[in-house]
């Protein structure tokens, strides 16, 4: 009962509007089609798509039609066709038996009796993902057809021609004209199309939706025959949106303005709104001063009050809303448009308001779901939109739009004045911020009223003034400084421009003066513009398709984001200071949220007007993608490479577009993305666009990241040789230079120069001077040049060590030069004397059209380590080549060495650690010479593992001081450990060689006199010779023992480190090799006469050799054999055995001796483990060297428990105490 009483509710209002209110109600109508059907009797009757509407590119679609049969002939439904071709690219035709669907050309049969005078719901969708063609009647699925598209383009012709009831084709002139046969005799209506293939229960739910590609509206048809009502065309349905444009004025008190929009808006549509019309969220433009006006401007402005455009209350204003209403019960669409119209069409005075709508402004659409509920649409016969758009731009084409419907065109009239204005003042005082005091005057003189604004303000300070005040005597105080002040004013109100330039200078050229600072205005110049209004833009995104209506200039716009529709886009029309126009800025769509994604660009159709918005697309796309993740995936980097192909082939370059696709391109290749299956493309596509841009004057460069292009015109009678150089900056950031002569010699700090000489004139196309374009590249990145098969060379294996440079000439082959063509190019990594480069060029023809670098035509000239000239006969993209098999060792290796050498240091420090805390802990233990000098190497050895440890992180401070202590204190450490190792083999010469008569007074001392003392002169002698020797490097291979690529703090004079590091070393492993060999011999001997020393093992021998090895550090030998076949093998053990030299100390030393684990056992254990300390030590000592007697392999420095000969001594002058020593 209340569904049948609302709607005869509806039905009473609808015809009381039809008699009293018919021109409101014939407006309110509109171009809507809703409730009306298209009538085929048999005279000519040609319904077409309006050639301005556009059909787009579809990979997936949906159609659905009204037909009803009034004659059992053959009919047709609709017919779409590629512009150009004959055959039907999208149709539906049939029999009263029998559909036929069309798609791409071919035709297939579905059974099917229609019966006459009777209305069906014809549907037809497609998607290129299942390329499935499904036909529908009534929600049925009749039959499923495989229909793949054509070619590789799987997706509906763009742009073509449509025509409803009849076939037809286009004229030799371009007119469209029916064919003759097949033609409907019957009834169309609700003709809509997707660009989203909807499945079958969502079909059901669209039988009340506009099409977001086509949609049932006048406005997209051209026709020759008149739409007829047809009452039983019902469609009910309970959502909806208006929107429209409406004037507010205050006739009585101006302070009831201060009521919000929003509350406003909400009383008058509750008001005059019937009751079963719920108003649900509403959403208010900002006001403004003046109003959009339809095409019904007269009758807009008849209904506002008579003094309307002298009005000054602050209450007059002009906005727009968008407010979503729910009918309850769902009502006939036609009704509700007809009647929410109508009644919004009337003024409405509430106490002090007075509210009028612009007429032709008001747009009632059904709308799939409110802003923000949840619940499903209330409908009787049919539903509304589907809950989310295809994320394409094919199905974007019906816009968010603040104007109401998309192609109303309103005339936008502007009550600002706007003036430039220009001022020259002095500044007295030492404010600490002089801009932000300068801005704050200006704006306090001139804002005072509320009806001027000050925008785009610049102040610059006159320097040459403020100079030559500065060396002229004045006081503190009176010091002035000269600033000059450019901004515009825009002002609102009725005064006309002579008064209000009046009133500005009057504004600005009084004195301002307070405790702190003076400002005294010296020239005040004022200037009326009139910029241009911004124009409606028609703007694509990644965020959907946005209508931006025509708005003020230094106005903004907000639009409601297509997703989420809560949220808002905003946009300003800007005013320009340097050229007082007007342009539209940047939208912010931040609060928007992406509905288009890279596959989809596929289903884009370049055309030359929208090839600007299709790389700005692209670009976003990129961004957001890199910006996601590190890479795109071979299909998204397809995608981009073929559209970006497409806009330049069909669309005129010009700069803008060009650095966009340049960015593109940048920005892919210094992210992850895999680019070798597509270099070529890439390359090509960059060749093309430079020969095809179109720029003002002679030259233009695009730059980008790691990227750089520069096209010159030049005139064949004129060319003397051209050169173009490029540096590129820590940031990636490449600088142009380019030279009308040929130049032979690099420029400085430049990377890569390439010089054309004069010869070339003899190559360049004749014709006039804008036709004949030289191009230039430069390529940061090698990615685009990987040439899979060197690696699989057999002779040498080589590698970029350059950037890329290239020049070309358009249509034009450069080959066989006699004068060559000269490129410089730095080398990335410095050359090596023992390295060989080769100057090559990329051969795109090369491995069957894969590309790869040729060394033909060119000749290699090496400049230095750090350049290299090449001198080629041809054009093309150029680079330098190093063999990398004349290198020491791989970059794998080399990773691995510094892994080693870390790990080993670290291990090494922390058992040196352990080693010295036992012999100082254990005073027994350091009783006797051999522990001590153990100690003293222990502790340089621990040094320089540490400082090895943290140098490269104390580099990394990049600071010079820092630097140069740590390599100072490496080098000392690294100095005294080779000594230490010295002594402890003059400690072994001393006592088992020199045993007799070889006391040394004051002996350890003396010792660490000279272990300490003499790294120390030599590090004090070369730091006051030359403190800059040391400093931050990356390591070489001479230094073998720092495998480490990053910044190392070290010597960096290669004649300081041979002779204070490699020489000292050489000499120090020398006589330790030596004193090694004769400690030997001396051990066979006394073995030879110990009978006892017979029966030792050779495993007790093989560890005496390696504990002696060790400790003199004939290890670091190693090093110096680290060349030919076995260099790599050879580092790898120098870097085991010397980075855990200190580990191996320990274990040799302190570890394996007996009284170390002794004294461990007795401190340290518990249980039947610990040792009881009942014993004198020195007792201990003797007792054991006497026991073991000849045994050399068990001390410190093989003689440590076996000979007392060098020992601290209470009778130094007893020869029978020495030769028992001696003996001993």
Sequence with gaps: MNSMRGQLFFGVYFLIFESLCPLVSAASVGTSLWGDKLLFKGPPCLWQLHPKVLVPALSELSVCTLLKLTHGTEWTGFVYKAPGKHHIELGLRGTPTELTTWLFGKAYQVPMELKLNEWYTVCLTWSDR?????????????????????GLQNRLAPNGTLTLGVSHFVSVNGELRPESGNKLLGEIGLFRMWGRKWRAEELIRQN???GDVLSWDLQQWKYDCPPEPDSSLHCGWSQYKIKLWAFMNDSTDPENCSVPLEEITRTWLESVLPKNISVQNIVVSSPRPTCLLGNNAAAFQAQQPQDLGESTLTC????????????????DVKIVQTEVTALLSLS???????????????????????????????????????????????????????????????AVVNSYKFFRV??????????????????????????????????????????????????????????QKQYYCTFHVREYSNKDVAEIELLIRAALTKTYENDFFTIQPLKVTIKHIEPENCLEDDMSTIYGRYIWPETFPHDGQEMVCIKPITNRAYRLCKLDIETDTSYWADPDMSNCNQVLTISDITNITVTPDNAAEVVDMIQD?????????????????????????????????????????????????????????????????????????????????????????????????????????????????????????????????????????????????????????????????????????????????????????????????????EKRVVVNLSHVNPKKPEDKVQCMFWDFQKYGGLGGWNSSGCETRSISSHQTSCLCDHLTHFAVLLDVSRTSISKTDNEILTVISYVGCGISSIFLGITLLTYLV?????????????INLSTALLGLSMLFLLDSWLSSFNSYGLCITTAASLHYFMLASFIWMGLEAVHMYLALVKVFNTYVSAYILKFCVAGWGIPLLIIILVLSIDKDVYGSLIPKDNAVALQSTEPFCWLQDDVVFFVTVVAVVVLILLGNLAVFIVVLIQIKRMRANNLSAKGRSSLQDLRAVVGLTILLGLTWSMGLFSFGPGRVAMMYMFSICNSLQGFFVFLFHCLMKENVRKQWRTYLCCGHFRLTDNSDWSLSATVCGRSEKGNLINSDSVASENTSSLRSSTLPQNPHHSTTRGQD
Excluded at 316 to 331: G, H, L, Q, R
Excluded at 708 to 724: H, Q, R
């Design 208 to 210: 009340c939706a506009e």
């Design 316 to 331: 007059d204003k002009c906005f727009s809303f968008e407010v979503f209403v729910k009918v309850d019960p769902a009502t």
């Design 922 to 934: 254990f005073e027994k233990l350091r009783q006797d010479y051999p522990a001590k000098i153990l």
């Design 130 to 150: 299942d390329q499935e063609l499904r036909t529908y009647v009534d929600g049925l699925v009749l039959e499923t057809h495989l229909a793949p598209g054509e």
């Design 348 to 410: 409405f005075s509430l106490n002090f308001l007075t509210i009028t709508a612009v007429i032709n402004s008001i747009y009632v659409l059904p709308v799939v779901t409110l802003s923000g509920t949840t619940e499903p649409p209330t409908a009787i016969s049919m539903a509304s939109f589907p809950p989310e758009t295809s994320p394409t731009l094919s199905v974007l084409t019906q816009p968010m739009s603040t104007t109401g419907k998309p192609d109303l065109t309103f």
């Design 422 to 479: 220009n001022v020259t003042l002095s500044l007295t005082g030492s404010p600490t911020k002089p801009h932000a005091v300068i801005e704050s005057w200006l704006k306090e003189k001139l804002q005072v009223n509320k009806t001027m604004n000050v925008l785009n303000l610049i102040i610059t300070e006159d320097i040459s003034r403020n100079t030559e005040n500065n060396n002229s005597e004045s006081t503190f105080y009176s010091h």
């Design 621 to 817: 796309l990129v961004d957001v993608q890199l910006g996601n993740g590190s890479q795109l995936s071979s299909s998204e980097l397809g995608s981009v490479m073929d559209k970006l192909s497409e806009v330049v082939e069909i669309s005129p370059i010009e700069p803008v577009i060009g650095g966009d696709i340049v960015n593109i391109v940048a920005n892919i290749l210094l992210s992850e993305t895999d680019v070798t299956p597509v270099a070529n493309n890439v390359l090509d596509l960059t060749d093309r666009m430079g020969n095809s841009m179109e720029f003002q004057g002679e030259i233009a460069n695009l730059k980008a990241p790691a990227l750089a292009l520069s096209m010159i015109d030049v005139d064949p009678e004129e060319f003397s040789g051209l050169t173009f150089g490029v540096s590129l900056t820590n940031s990636m950031n490449p600088e142009v230079f380019v030279n009308h002569s040929f130049v032979k010699k690099p420029f400085p700090e430049v990377n890569a120069t390439i010089s054309l000489p004069s010869e070339l004139n003899n190559f360049l196309p004749t014709g006039d001077k804008n036709t004949t374009r030289v191009q230039f590249q430069f390529y940061g990145t090698p990615d685009l040049f990987q040439d899979t098969y060197l690696a699989n060379a057999t002779q040498s294996n080589w590698t970029l060590n350059s950037y890329i440079v290239s020049a070309s000439i358009n249509n034009t082959h450069v080959v066989n030069l």
